[in-house]
């Protein structure tokens, strides 16, 4: 099973130290994106990268629609990849969806996981009467059909709102070049359980310590969602960073390596 799993997900290990580093990146990227901020931690920790199942370089015929109409279904393939390399006291960094899924992945198996840090989070998208999340169900919904419709032209607009810092173009560049390399009927799929879920439920059931990095100017997953995942949760720390647009580890590694450092050190 364990060679299976490495390849599924397309495992690598890295670093010199003991304690483990999982590291989970969002919807339509890949374990490249990391690649800023993992040389700040190689000496002092074993960092674990993945490529979700549909994403990267993983083995695409893994791929089960109804295994993953949820993302209890790429939860469980994080905690087969602890398993699988026999990991504890993980410390579980998902970026944007993929904090959701460490959320997930921490209930069913807390055991296995010493921290979380969550970049850029969100429960739940979609506003209702009691909760904001950035976008009307019917955005949610236009926003899909025109990913449906047009994945390439979609992927063009939406990753310079995603990524921000407008200065930068290499970034937005290089995240709408990851959406464009992902299979379109997989990448619609996999936004449909990212866009149209609702997690509000289980995050009252996390007890492991979490420290949530939220951006600011950040139009996926605004301020107010960070600060009512922090409320939310048992045993959290947020800190709204200087950084904006939603992928701080990419558009601001340096502090994004200060605050996650800062945080483990103090715990």
Same mark, same amino acid.
């Given at each position: 099973?364990?060679?299976?799993?490495?390849?599924?997900?397309?495992?690598?290990?890295?670093?010199?130290?003991?304690?483990?580093?999982?590291?989970?990146?969002?919807?339509?990227?890949?374990?490249?994106?990391?690649?800023?901020?993992?040389?700040?931690?190689? =000496?002092?920790?074993?960092?674990?990268?993945?490529?979700?199942?549909?994403?990267?370089?993983?083995?695409?015929?893994?791929?089960?629609?109804?295994?993953? *109409?949820?993302?209890?279904? @790429? *939860?469980?393939?994080?905690?087969?990849?602890?398993?699988?390399?026999?990991?504890?006291?993980?410390?579980?960094?998902?970026?944007?969806?993929?904090?959701?899924?460490?959320?997930?992945?921490?209930?069913?198996?807390?055991?296995?996981?010493?921290?979380?840090?969550?970049?850029?989070?969100?429960?739940?998208?979609?506003?209702?009467?009691?909760?904001?999340?950035?976008?009307?169900?019917?955005?949610?919904?236009?926003?899909?059909?025109?990913?449906?419709?047009?994945?390439?032209?979609? =992927?063009?607009?939406?990753?310079?709102?995603?990524?921000?810092?407008?200065?930068?173009?290499?970034?937005?560049?290089?995240?709408?070049?990851?959406?464009?390399?992902?299979?379109?009927?997989?990448?619609?799929?996999?936004?449909?359980?990212?866009?149209?879920?609702?997690?509000?439920?289980?995050? =009252? $059931?996390?007890?492991?310590?979490?420290?949530?990095?939220?951006?600011?100017?950040?139009?996926?997953?605004?301020?107010?969602?960070? $600060? @009512?995942?922090?409320?939310?949760?048992?045993?959290?720390?947020?800190?709204?960073?200087?950084?904006?647009?939603?992928?701080?580890?990419?558009?601001?590694?340096?502090?994004?390596?200060?605050?996650?450092? $800062?945080?483990?050190?103090?715990?």
């Amino acid at each position: 099973m364990t060679r299976d799993v490495i390849k599924r997900n397309n495992v690598t290990v890295h670093g010199e130290g003991t304690q483990v580093m999982l590291m989970a990146h969002g919807y339509g990227c890949d374990q490249n994106m990391w690649r800023f901020i993992t040389p700040a931690f190689r =000496s002092k920790y074993k960092i674990v990268l993945f490529d979700h199942v549909g994403s990267g370089k993983s083995d695409i015929s893994a791929y089960d629609y109804k295994k993953y *109409a949820s993302l209890q279904g @790429y *939860a469980d393939d994080i905690i087969e990849i602890c398993e699988s390399l026999n990991l504890k006291n993980v410390i579980f960094i998902g970026h944007s969806v993929a904090a959701m899924m460490g959320l997930l992945a921490t209930n069913k198996a807390p055991h296995l996981f010493d921290t979380l840090i969550m970049v850029s989070p969100s429960p739940c998208y979609i506003n209702d009467e009691t909760y904001y999340g950035g976008f009307d169900e019917a955005d949610i919904h236009e926003l899909l059909e025109s990913l449906d419709s047009n994945y390439l032209g979609w =992927s063009g607009a939406i990753t310079p709102v995603i990524m921000g810092n407008a200065d930068k173009p290499e970034l937005s560049k290089e995240l709408e070049n990851s959406f464009c390399q992902n299979n379109p009927k997989i990448a619609k799929h996999f936004a449909n359980v990212t866009f149209l879920g609702d997690n509000r439920h289980d995050l =009252s $059931k996390l007890t492991t310590r979490t420290l949530i990095l939220q951006s600011t100017s950040d139009v996926i997953a605004p301020e107010v969602v960070g $600060k @009512y995942v922090n409320e939310q949760l048992q045993n959290s720390t947020i800190v709204v960073m200087e950084a904006t647009g939603h992928c701080p580890h990419m558009s601001a590694p340096k502090e994004t390596i200060e605050l996650v450092t $800062k945080f483990l050190a103090n715990i």
